[in-house]
Nanobody, 123 residues
Framework: QVHLVESGGGLVQAGGSLKLSCAAS????????VGWFRQAPGKEREFVAA???????NYADAVKGRFTISRDNAKETVDLQMNSLKPEDTAIYYC?????????????????WGQGTQVTVSS
């Protein structure tokens, strides 16, 4: 089974940028959709962005125009470029592989998850 390794989190000031990366280890994404989710303290895990093997992205309204998801199928990596960060973007960000080729918004449609990486945006 594929194992996901996330990297790139950290502390940044509001208005700044961070790039998260998710790499497949032990196996591949197997042409399934790959998504990014986040969970802030006391809140439910929420959808951020996802991408299918063919490259078509899907974004949450809260991040449209600020975040960009991309996928390198040869390297088995999915990146999330986050610009114009806001304090409300502070959360643990998780990478996940979809059960299918699609890139849905529901966390229950994903069956492999990474360990998460902390993103903190200061005001």
């Amino acid at each position: 089974q594929v194992h996901l390794v996330e990297s790139g989190g950290g502390l940044v000031q509001a208005g700044g940028s961070l790039k998260l990366s998710c790499a497949a280890s032990g196996s591949t994404f197997n042409r399934n959709g790959v998504g990014w989710f986040r969970q802030a303290p006391g809140k439910e895990r929420e959808f951020v962005a996802a991408i299918i093997w063919g490259g078509r992205p899907n974004y949450a309204d809260a991040v449209k125009g600020r975040f960009t998801i991309s996928r390198d199928n040869a390297k088995e990596t999915v990146d999330l470029q986050m610009n114009s960060l806001k304090p409300e973007d502070t959360a643990i960000y998780y990478c996940a592989v979809s059960r299918t080729a699609f890139a849905p918004k529901l966390p229950t449609q994903y069956n492999v998850w990474g360990q998460g990486t902390q993103v903190t945006v200061s005001s």
